[in-house]
């Protein structure tokens, strides 16, 4: 299957309860997700991110449009398009009472799967709470809490696991746990992932391709490095060796000489070519100790996308 999810013409309307008024959360939203893909839904607060997540887990009712999850049409199929898809929530909502082992039993229970395919330990090895199995749920940190909620996103072996912002205020060491762990499901058990995140770092590292959504409708949806491609400007960063005369630089082309010592040569790419900056350098009498070359951010591409006036 080529894609994991299939959304057209999706629509969602959220009604009002007199005092506010209703409001349209997703206007024409068409969206298409790879199958074995770490996807990003990006996108400004109340862009709809949550809405899409929701509707695509079966959470919230679409007002119109077609979903298939995993080939499954969402109205033809519920079970089969519910079945084929876990998400970790963002809230922790766990229930005190029962140890992570317990929660993922009645989590499995929930989903119909029956006691032989259950892999409790297994899951709870995954994600590093195996220890903790049969501990109260009210000793768990709150870094353990949430490594249970993937465990219980993880119980009925979905094709597609979809994590809402699963790394907001955690620390960085469970950030990387869950992202290595998010990052094995992926690659050994072909999971597709589809996350949503406010750290766009963190989405230009993990993800493969990129949806920014905002107002309820698609900006635009990308592989990652395409994405930063758009943006046209770049710059070449040169360590000099020794002492640094002046640079008479081609047009449009921005100069700044950086604390440590290197020169930073800002460059639109459609318009001066590497080789146009180097002999400036040149001619400035420079020896190059070091080059490098940084590229354009997500967070500038999102900024120009999102901001547009
Ligand atoms: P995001 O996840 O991108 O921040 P949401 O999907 O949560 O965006 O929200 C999209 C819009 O829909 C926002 O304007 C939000 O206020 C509104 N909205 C979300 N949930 C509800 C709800 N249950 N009732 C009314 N409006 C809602």
């Known amino acids: ?20 008024p209703p409001k349209e959360a997703l206007k024409n939203l ?32 679409k007002s119109a449009g077609h979903v298939r999850i995993w080939g499954f ?13 876990g998400v970790m929530p963002q809230e ?10 317990g929660a993922l039993e009645v989590q499995a229970g929930l989903y119909g799967v029956p006691k032989a395919d259950r892999r409790t330990m297994e899951i709870l090895d995954l994600v590093g709470l195996a220890d903790k199995a049969d501990a109260y749920a009210r000793t768990l940190s709150g870094g353990m809490r949430r490594r249970l909620l993937l465990a219980k996103a993880l119980v009925h072996h979905p094709h ?6 699963p790394t907001a205020g955690v620390d960085i060491e469970l950030r990387q746990m869950l992202w290595r762990n998010v990052r094995r499901l992926n690659r050994d058990r072909g999971m597709t992932i589809i996350l949503t995140t406010h750290y766009l770092e963190e989405a230009q590292e993990m993800c ?3 949806a920014i959504i905002g107002d309820g409708e698609l900006i635009v949806r990308d592989r990652t490095a395409n994405l930063l491609n758009r943006l046209d400007g770049k710059t070449m960063v040169i360590v000099p060796d020794g002492e640094a005369g002046a640079i008479d630089p081609p047009d449009g082309v921005e100069v700044e000489h950086r604390p ?9 790419r459609g318009r001066t070519g590497p080789e146009q900056l180097i002999d400036a350098v040149h001619r400035a009498g420079i020896t190059i100790r070091d080059v490098r070359t940084e590229e354009a ?6 900024v120009s996308l999102t901001h547009r006036d």
């Open 260 to 268: 440590d010592g290197s020169i930073a040569l800002t460059y639109m």
């Open 297 to 302: 951010s997500l967070e500038d591409v999102f």
């Open 1 to 20: 299957m080529s894609n994991a999810i299939e959304i057209e013409g999706l629509r969602k309307t959220y009604a009002g309860d007199g005092r506010t």
């Open 92 to 101: 922790l909502n766990l229930d005190p009472f029962f140890s992570p082992a």
């Open 208 to 210: 493969d391709e990129i």
């Open 160 to 165: 597609i696991l979809v994590l809402d912002e």
């Open 73 to 85: 049409d969402q109205d033809v199929n519920p079970r089969q398009s519910r079945a084929a898809i």
């Open 30 to 61: 068409d969206l298409t997700i790879p199958t074995g893909s770490i996807f990003g839904l990006l996108g400004p607060n109340g862009a709809g991110k949550s809405t899409t997540i929701n509707i695509m887990a079966g959470l919230v009712r």
